[in-house]
């Protein structure tokens, strides 16, 4: 069909020219940024409300021409897979027009899925060869169409329990992140890694919500082991991700619904270095407990080119609020359960959750020479939490208020091509105001009581960091590239406990954390593979609350970790294979929210592999990774708890279809994960999970030469998220628990005001 229209058009465009009149063409070449032609490119003419259209696609060389009638001014559309359309306004002459018209990529800093650790790539600012850049054009939504963690990430499980308002929890090999505590989480402000984590949080150690960002102004999202690199200090222990922004994007709208949810999401662009974007949402998802939820974002950057100065400030807004399901036993209940009452996919309808949180951030990379750049940031932040969960022990509220600052200074010098030197200097001030956690009682079907609650710990943290690092990079020889790296973190850790004086205290902690890698580049007519080893410490700070505990928790867990990388092209597939050592230290932190009491966790060892492949194809890529992991207590031998064992997780993506379709898939697939002991009938056995099988897609129409387009998404799911243990009073025994994945499907519409880039 479209081959006949690009022949029907010119065509008829052609015998609407009357006799022996002038003829009115406009002619040209399409290219892309390194000036190679683009074949199959759509050419569009047309004029004032899309009247005397006529269209044709650009031949192998490149080279279109369009012929109309009657002379005057008229805009040019073009279009081309993988690339940006561009709308140019032509003024048509008897003689005709020629032009050259070069289209960008569609993503201005990364245009592919990085697999491979190309060493060769890799600076003294991002020296982790398990480095992956996943572009955000292939990648799909956690919940397509829905609220929640804007990206899902091949290979890192994300589970988003309820709503999309409460932050999710985090997976990778053989690590249960949950809400963020070995995992750091970053955006990308400029050059500068803007933190993501709140330490000590009320809910959970480590708390980071990507829930924050409009998925429209994402770019791209990058991973890596997190213990590598001297630029990534607390939280990143097992994995790092660091969320990139747009430059701009083009103005739009979209419309996301089904029958129990509608989400509008708006941007524009006011110069090409700027972007604001706004979202509503509100539903009540596909749970039997209505969420009534509401969500709304407002998030902007805007690029200053100032001489030799780069400055680039960033807001974001953030308010959300929903009832939320919470955790319900997976198989049979315990006849002991009395307490235990399933009114509707949730144990007490009263669960719900609200958050509001604001952040301004600021980079100036000032360019001192061609070889030397200092770079100077900082960002403010507001963070509230109020949320009411019940996992069997009755109703608790977890609450808090906080203030979040930071500085970072860092100075790059590239002295020759064989070696590079960074240093830098950062501070952080993390103050968790009135974090408290209370106690009520049962749900008693037919009320809706939420107190008086009994206090059990209320808190005021303050937790500052001072941090020095230095590192550098480069190649003795031709074959061989280090990089060497080392910070100095020195905390200040006071927790000042508003219900028993006794339990507050003040220290200093500091520890060192050197980092390494070794690289064998071989030639690229070798058959030897990359080969890259590292070596790093980590460290994340722990909850410093007592709770109704008598000692004082541990201040900081460290860990040690290697990670050995080979990766090699064969036969146009990339193929990465990742092996992974950690040891974690023995601590005593994180409060059980139904007891109070600090958990006793570790020492721990993790063993994991992971092989990626990805391959290329003229429209689309598909890319598959999976992973085994052991991870398990270094003194009982006992399987870490809820760590996942096996992840597999299958992408691809079709840019065309029949009938002008694109689309995106993802299979996702997390084994049965070991949760602990304690369940029936032996208590002294592994209670042991259900796996979990996600198919997220998306399906995409363009319409109105690409202003309108049209999709339908859908997720089909099996399996439970947050899967855990619980014990629902007055039972003592365990039971396997988690939250119901629904299956959905909505539809989308977006439309494009015009410009140069899509969103």
């Given at each position: 069909?479209?081959?006949?229209?690009?022949?029907?058009?010119?065509?008829?465009?052609?015998?609407?020219?009357?006799?022996?009149?002038?003829?009115?063409?406009?002619?040209?070449?399409?290219?892309?940024?390194?000036?190679?032609?683009?074949?199959?490119?759509?050419?569009?003419?047309?004029?004032?409300?899309?009247?005397?259209?006529?269209?044709?696609?650009?031949?192998?060389?490149?080279?279109?021409?369009?012929?109309?009638?009657?002379?005057?001014?008229?805009?040019?559309?073009?279009?081309?897979?993988?690339?940006?359309?561009?709308?140019?306004?032509?003024?048509?002459?008897?003689?005709?027009?020629?032009?050259?018209?070069?289209?960008?990529?569609?993503?201005?800093?990364?245009?592919?899925?990085?697999?491979?650790?190309?060493?060769?790539?890799?600076?003294?600012?991002?020296?982790?060869?398990?480095?992956?850049?996943?572009?955000?054009?292939?990648?799909?939504?956690?919940?397509?169409?829905?609220?929640?963690?804007?990206?899902?990430?091949?290979?890192?499980?994300?589970?988003?329990?309820?709503?999309?308002?409460?932050?999710?929890?985090?997976?990778?090999?053989?690590?249960?992140?949950?809400?963020?505590?070995?995992?750091?989480?970053?955006?990308?402000?400029?050059?500068?890694?803007?933190?993501?984590?709140?330490?000590?949080?009320?809910?959970?150690?480590?708390?980071?919500?990507?829930?924050?960002?409009?998925?429209?102004?994402?770019?791209?999202?990058?991973?890596?082991?997190?213990?590598?690199?001297?630029?990534?200090?607390?939280?990143?222990?097992?994995?790092?991700?660091?969320?990139?922004?747009?430059?701009?994007?083009?103005?739009?709208?979209?419309?996301?619904?089904?029958?129990?949810?509608?989400?509008?999401?708006?941007?524009?662009?006011?110069?090409?270095?700027?972007?604001?974007?706004?979202?509503?949402?509100?539903?009540?998802?596909?749970?039997?407990?209505?969420?009534?939820?509401?969500?709304?974002?407002?998030?902007?950057?805007?690029?200053?080119?100032?001489?030799?100065?780069?400055?680039?400030?960033?807001?974001?807004?953030?308010?959300?609020?929903?009832?939320?399901?919470?955790?319900?036993?997976?198989?049979?209940?315990?006849?002991?359960?009395?307490?235990?009452?399933?009114?509707?996919?949730?144990?007490?309808?009263?669960?719900?959750?609200?958050?509001?949180?604001?952040?301004?951030?600021?980079?100036?990379?000032?360019?001192?020479?061609?070889?030397?750049?200092?770079?100077?940031?900082?960002?403010?932040?507001?963070?509230?939490?109020?949320?009411?969960?019940?996992?069997?022990?009755?109703?608790?509220?977890?609450?808090?208020?906080?203030?979040?600052?930071?500085?970072?200074?860092?100075?790059?010098?590239?002295f020759t091509e064989t070696f590079s030197l960074l240093g830098g200097l950062d501070y952080e001030r993390e103050a968790p105001r009135r974090d408290n956690l209370d106690h009520y009682n049962f749900y008693i079907?037919g009320t809706n009581a939420y107190g008086p609650f009994t206090k059990v710990d209320s808190n005021n943290v303050t937790l500052t960091s001072v941090t020095p690092y230095v590192a550098g990079s480069g190649a003795?020889?031709?074959?061989?590239?280090?990089?060497?790296?080392?910070?100095?973190?020195?905390?200040?850790?006071?927790?000042?406990?508003?219900?028993?004086?006794?339990?507050?205290?003040?220290?200093?902690?500091?520890?060192?954390?050197?980092?390494?890698?070794?690289?064998?580049?071989?030639?690229?007519?070798?058959?030897?593979?990359?080969?890259?080893?590292?070596?790093?410490?980590?460290?994340?700070?722990?909850?410093?609350?007592?709770?109704?505990?008598?000692?004082?928790?541990?201040?900081?867990?460290?860990?040690?970790?290697?990670?050995?990388?080979?990766?090699?092209?064969?036969?146009?597939?990339?193929?990465?294979?990742?092996?992974?050592?950690?040891?974690?230290?023995?601590?005593?932190?994180?409060?059980?929210?139904?007891?109070?009491?600090?958990?006793?966790?570790?020492?721990?060892?993790?063993?994991?592999?992971?092989?990626?492949?990805?391959?290329?194809?003229?429209?689309?890529?598909?890319?598959?990774?999976?992973?085994?992991?052991?991870?398990?207590?270094?003194?009982?031998?006992?399987?870490?708890?809820?760590?996942?064992?096996?992840?597999?997780?299958?992408?691809g993506n079709v840019q065309k279809l029949p009938f002008h379709l694109q689309a995106r898939g993802e299979f996702e697939y997390v084994g049965r994960k070991p949760l602990g002991t304690g369940c029936e009938p032996?208590?002294?056995?592994?209670?042991?999970?259900?796996?979990?099988?996600?198919?997220?897609?998306?399906?995409?129409?363009?319409?109105?030469?690409?202003?309108?387009?049209?999709?339908?998404?859908?997720?089909?799911?099996?399996?439970?998220?947050?899967?855990?243990?619980?014990?629902?009073?007055?039972?003592?025994?365990?039971?396997?628990?988690?939250?119901?994945?629904?299956?959905?499907?909505?539809?989308?519409?977006?439309?494009?005001?015009?410009?140069?880039?899509?969103?």
């Open positions: 069909m479209s081959r006949l229209l690009a022949l029907c058009f010119p065509i008829l465009c052609l015998l609407s020219l009357p006799a022996l009149a002038d003829e009115f063409f406009v002619s040209g070449r399409v290219v892309d940024e390194q000036g190679q032609p683009v074949a199959g490119a759509t050419v569009q003419l047309f004029r004032a409300q899309h009247l005397n259209q006529c269209q044709t696609n650009t031949g192998d060389d490149g080279q279109f021409r369009i012929s109309v009638n009657p002379a005057g001014d008229y805009t040019l559309w073009v279009n081309a897979t993988g690339l940006q359309p561009l709308s140019k306004a032509v003024e048509l002459m008897p003689g005709g027009s020629a032009l050259e018209v070069q289209l960008a990529p569609l993503i201005t800093r990364k245009d592919t899925v990085v697999v491979t650790a190309d060493v060769k790539d890799i600076d003294v600012l991002s020296p982790d060869p398990a480095e992956e850049v996943f572009v955000r054009q292939d990648l799909l939504d956690a919940n397509p169409g829905r609220p929640g963690a804007p990206i899902s990430i091949p290979g890192y499980p994300i589970e988003t329990a309820s709503s999309g308002i409460k932050a999710p929890q985090y997976f990778a090999p053989g690590v249960a992140g949950d809400h963020g505590e070995p995992i750091a989480q970053y955006v990308s402000v400029g050059t500068y890694l803007a933190p993501n984590n709140l330490s000590a949080n009320a809910h959970g150690n480590g708390y980071s919500d990507p829930n924050i960002f409009i998925p429209q102004i994402l770019e791209s999202v990058q991973v890596d082991g997190g213990a590598y690199n001297v630029r990534e200090g607390n939280h990143a222990l097992n994995l790092a991700a660091v969320y990139g922004l747009r430059s701009h994007v083009n103005s739009f709208v979209t419309l996301t619904g089904d029958y129990r949810d509608i989400d509008v999401v708006a941007g524009l662009s006011p110069t090409t270095q700027s972007f604001i974007a706004i979202e509503a949402s509100y539903g009540n998802g596909f749970l039997k407990r209505l969420e009534h939820r509401q969500q709304y974002k407002l998030n902007g950057q805007r690029i200053f080119k100032l001489s030799n100065h780069q400055l680039t400030v960033l807001g974001i807004g953030y308010f959300g609020s929903s009832y939320v399901a919470g955790l319900v036993p997976i198989f049979a209940t315990n006849a002991d359960d009395s307490n235990f009452k399933n009114v509707g996919d949730t144990i007490d309808p009263r669960q719900k959750d609200q958050t509001h949180t604001a952040l301004v951030a600021l980079n100036d990379v000032w360019r001192l020479t061609a070889s030397q750049q200092l770079q100077l940031s900082g960002f403010f932040r507001t963070y509230n939490l109020g949320l009411f969960s019940d996992f069997g022990q009755g109703l608790i509220r977890q609450s808090e208020f906080r203030t979040v600052t930071g500085q970072s200074t860092n100075y790059v010098n590239k079907p003795f020889t031709r074959y061989f590239r280090y990089y060497a790296g080392w910070r100095r973190d020195q905390i200040d850790i006071s927790n000042e406990d508003l219900i028993d004086s006794s339990n507050s205290f003040q220290k200093w902690v500091g520890l060192n954390s050197p980092k390494a890698t070794l690289s064998f580049i071989p030639r690229d007519t070798w058959f030897l593979p990359l080969v890259s080893g590292s070596f790093g410490e980590a460290f994340f700070t722990e909850d410093p609350r007592i709770g109704t505990g008598s000692t004082v928790g541990t201040a900081v867990a460290t860990a040690h970790s290697h990670q050995l990388i080979m990766s090699k092209a064969i036969e146009k597939v990339d193929l990465k294979i990742t092996l992974g050592h950690v040891t974690t230290s023995q601590e005593l932190a994180k409060i059980d929210p139904d007891t109070g009491l600090p958990e006793n966790l570790g020492p721990g060892r993790l063993k994991f592999m992971t092989i990626a492949a990805r391959r290329n194809f003229s429209q689309g890529s598909i890319l598959a990774t999976f992973s085994k992991a052991d991870a398990r207590d270094i003194n009982s031998g006992d399987p870490t708890p809820e760590a996942p064992r096996t992840i597999f997780d299958l992408l032996n208590l002294n056995t592994q209670c042991v999970g259900v796996p979990v099988r996600e198919f997220r897609a998306a399906v995409v129409r363009p319409f109105l030469y690409s202003r309108l387009s049209v999709g339908v998404n859908m997720l089909i799911a099996s399996g439970y998220t947050g899967q855990t243990l619980e014990s629902f009073a007055p039972s003592p025994i365990n039971e396997v628990t988690g939250v119901r994945i629904p299956s959905y499907a909505s539809i989308s519409l977006t439309w494009k005001f015009g410009g140069n880039t899509v969103p």
